[in-house]
């Protein structure tokens, strides 16, 4: 046994001793590399965190922003029915048809036509009609539609007159029978062709405004004309010459004495006033004539219609009840289907609204906007679109999970890539509604117009609220709960595959 001890500590004995010293020696450098490299782990693990910190700060910043921009655009848009322009076929209002014609019984030329259209929509907007349309209707027809009107044939006797305004000296006229019925006061006396001489026309008119006469506390208006040079000598000539016998000078619009005030005093100023017992609106109307100048031709109305609004308050009624139902299906399903990622889909589309109710808001009220039957059909396909982004970005998601990527990275590579699948569709969407909003007229503009701004409203929504809500969520929520948010089928699938694969390794190995 002694032996055998003194064998134990023979050479091989020392020379395991000595490995053993070596590496004992050997062991404070690599402890100096291991505390390296930990620490280099360490401070690439602070460094990603911070950068993860600074990501969700972003985040967080763009989603209060835009929450702020939608409280916004709720202020700009509610109340709905008075912040939203209403078309004619919602609202009601007055649709006419005025025909053409010339002095000598002919068809205009395009020419005229063009520029009695033209003064139409002057006159139309003068009126404050708020998104009235004019449109030219073969080669002699203008038709007129004005949301809100009731009463046709007072907007056709505004829009419709030739407008041309002349002075006349009543000494200059030869009807004896018109002249008896001005001196008995009597108004809108017709006077013939041919049976007068004006000494001036309304072409030396420079400006036109509505007022009282200072003399007048209430009730009564006028129409307050500025002259030109020109204008000016002539009517300083004429009533320099009137004034001592009180002559009086008949002011002819259309052919019809509008009044035939005498003369007290020259006016030499170029300033003429325009009475006869007009209320505000006959002012505002006679202004609004002599404002857009004279028609080429005379426009004669052939067909006048008051649409009333209860047909297209039930139709907007049936419309907003068809939008509310395809919102509230498409979210069930959504909660059914993706369950928790559903809120994504609900707030996003949610912002959508806000967003694109404030844009309709705005343009309403710079009178760039009525809402029509057709802008509600484009309104219920841009939601369809809107949710079915949403779905695009979801659906990638998962299936970036099931790849084998993490939830956080999945959150980043999905978004990216069902964004871009959805700008494509969008694009080419977009670029049918620009056409429809560029090269139709009428409704068919309209259904344009809420498309277009629809797709805008829905690629805000991706940029500013899916992208970020979802990465957000990604780093924390999801990854705690995935159940909630359902994507554990999608986690135990890739799980699936990763076995499989390491399986299937190791067989090959061996």
């Not at 959805?422 to 007229?441: G, R």
């Amino acid at each position: 046994m002694a032996g055998g001890r003194t064998s134990t500590a023979g050479p091989g004995a020392r020379q395991e001793s000595e490995e053993s010293t070596m590496t004992k020696e050997k062991s404070p450098a690599s402890a100096a590399a291991g505390g390296r490299r930990g620490a280099g782990k360490a401070s690439g693990t602070a460094t990603n965190r911070r950068h993860d910190t600074a990501e969700m700060r972003r985040y967080k910043a763009v989603l209060a922003i835009l929450a702020v921009f939608c409280v916004a655009c709720a202020g700009l848009f509610w109340p709905l029915d008075q912040k939203i322009t209403q078309g004619l076929d919602i609202r009601g209002g007055v649709s006419v048809i005025m025909t053409g014609r010339t002095s000598d019984g002919s068809d205009p030329t395009p020419e005229d036509m063009d520029t009695a259209t033209a003064i139409v929509t002057n006159r139309v907007n003068a009126l404050g009609a708020s998104e009235a349309t004019v449109q030219q209707q073969g080669t002699n027809s203008i038709l007129v539609q004005i949301p809100g009107a009731t009463d046709a044939e007072a907007a056709v006797e505004t829009i419709g007159r030739t407008g041309h305004l002349e002075f006349v000296r009543l000494d200059d006229i030869g009807d004896a029978d018109a002249l008896n019925q001005i001196s008995l006061g009597i108004e809108g006396v017709t006077l013939g062709e041919g049976t007068y001489t004006a000494f001036m026309d309304g072409s030396h008119i420079k400006s036109v405004a509505v007022g009282q006469p200072s003399y007048q506390a209430s009730g009564e208006y006028v129409v307050n004309l500025s002259l030109d040079d020109e204008g000016r000598k002539l009517f300083a000539d004429v009533t320099t010459a009137l004034a001592p016998t009180n002559g009086r000078i008949a002011i002819v619009l259309d052919g019809v004495v509008n009044s035939a005030p005498a003369v007290q005093s020259p006016i030499t100023d170029g300033n003429v006033q325009i009475s006869g017992n007009f209320t505000v609106d006959d002012a505002i109307a006679l202004k609004t004539v002599l404002d857009s100048g004279s028609l080429p031709i005379s426009l004669d109305y052939s067909e006048s219609r008051v649409v009333g609004p209860t047909l297209g308050q039930d139709s907007l009624q049936q419309g907003v009840l068809a939008l509310g139902i395809g919102m509230v299906l498409v979210i069930a399903y959504l909660f059914l289907f993706y369950r928790g990622l559903g809120l994504l889909t609900f707030g996003s589309l949610a912002v959508f609204a806000f967003i694109y109710l404030g844009i309709l808001a705005v343009l309403s009220r710079m009178g760039a906007f009525a809402l029509s039957l057709p802008g509600i059909a484009g309104a219920v396909l841009t939601v369809g679109m809107a949710a079915d982004s949403s779905i695009l970005v979801l659906e990638r998601f998962r299936e970036e999970i099931r790849m084998g990527r993490s939830v956080r990275n999945a959150s980043i590579s999905g978004v990216r890539h069902g964004i871009g699948t959805s700008l494509d569709a969008d694009a080419v969407t977009l670029v049918s509604a620009l056409a429809l909003f560029l090269f139709a007229v009428g409704p068919v503009k309209g259904f344009g117009l809420t498309l277009m701004l629809g797709i805008i409203c829905d690629i805000i929504t991706m940029f500013l609220f899916k992208a970020p809500a979802l990465r957000l969520l990604a780093n924390g929520a999801i990854q705690a709960n995935p159940g909630f948010w359902g994507i554990s089928e999608d986690l135990e699938e890739a799980a699936g595959k990763r076995d499989a694969k390491a399986v299937k390794g190791g067989v090959a190995h061996a």
